[in-house]
């Protein structure tokens, strides 16, 4: 079992759609969840991070942590062209704050 | 400010030779990441620094590879001798404290023929 499991995709949104991006991982003394963006060719960039359960907004981004169900999520809202890129899952393990397991990705397009 | 720089941006040996690749991590970041990043694998830690000294090496592939970072400033990573599997790109993160988010460099397209 893969300690973090992203659908690969592609999710296909039209513009200006809601695009739910999944997450779930296997060990339960995780604390710190974070998204990264990464278009083809580039490198991983910081999109939202969350510590607690609940949600968290930072302007057409919301991440969505429920640790009961070990699931974190990422909607993005009025998804643009420019949204389209392959977006990381990641997540601490438990006793190791800095290690980081990431997930394969779930690429995302988002068509006109 | 700047942010995580790395060397080369591009890498194409044979195999067989020494590669090098050199990370500067953000000023005031205390923790060092190398990644790999493959199409089959994915992004996998390789090894991490805290305040210069190694914590955690066991993503390192074998003894080809190897990391150092003699300052705060500098960080290495090595592969002797170079294998086409070891063909990747290699990122190098950084962060001030171990639950904060890491931020990554441009990363090392390195091409082993």
């Known amino acids: 079992q893969k300690e973090v499991e992203q659908n690969s995709g592609p999710l296909s949104v039209p513009e200006g759609a809601i695009a739910s991006l999944n997450c779930t991982y296997s060990?339960?003394?995780?604390?710190?969840f974070f998204w990264y963006r990464q278009y083809s060719g580039k490198s991983p960039e910081l999109i939202m991070f969350?510590?607690?359960?609940g949600d968290k907004e930072d302007g057409r981004f919301t991440a969505q942590l429920n640790k009961a169900s070990q699931y974190v999520s990422l909607l993005i809202r009025d998804s643009q062209p420019s949204d389209s890129a392959t977006y990381l899952c990641?997540?601490?393990?438990?006793?190791?704050?800095?290690?980081?397991?990431f997930g394969t990705g779930t690429r995302l397009q988002v068509t006109l | 400010d700047a942010g995580v720089i790395q060397s080369p941006r591009h890498e194409v040996t044979e195999m067989g030779q020494e590669v090098t690749l050199r990370c500067k991590p953000i000023?005031?970041?205390?923790?060092l990441f190398w990644y790999r990043q493959t199409m089959m694998r994915g992004l996998e830690l390789l090894i991490y620094?805290?305040?210069?000294?190694?914590?955690?090496d066991s993503g390192m592939p074998e003894d080809r590879f190897s990391a150092k970072m003699p300052n705060a400033s500098f960080s290495t990573l090595k592969i002797q001798p170079s294998e086409p599997r070891d063909s990747a790109v290699y990122f190098c993160?950084?962060?001030?404290?171990?639950?904060?988010?890491?931020?990554f460099g441009d990363g090392t397209r390195l091409s082993i023929l």
């Open positions: 993160a950084s962060t001030s404290q171990g639950n904060q988010p890491q931020h």
């Open positions: 060990d339960r003394g995780s604390q710190s």
């Open positions: 969350i510590y607690s359960n």
């Open positions: 990641a997540v601490n393990g438990a006793g190791t704050a800095s290690k980081l397991t």
């Open positions: 000023s005031g970041h205390d923790y």
């Open positions: 620094f805290n305040n210069n000294v190694p914590i955690d």
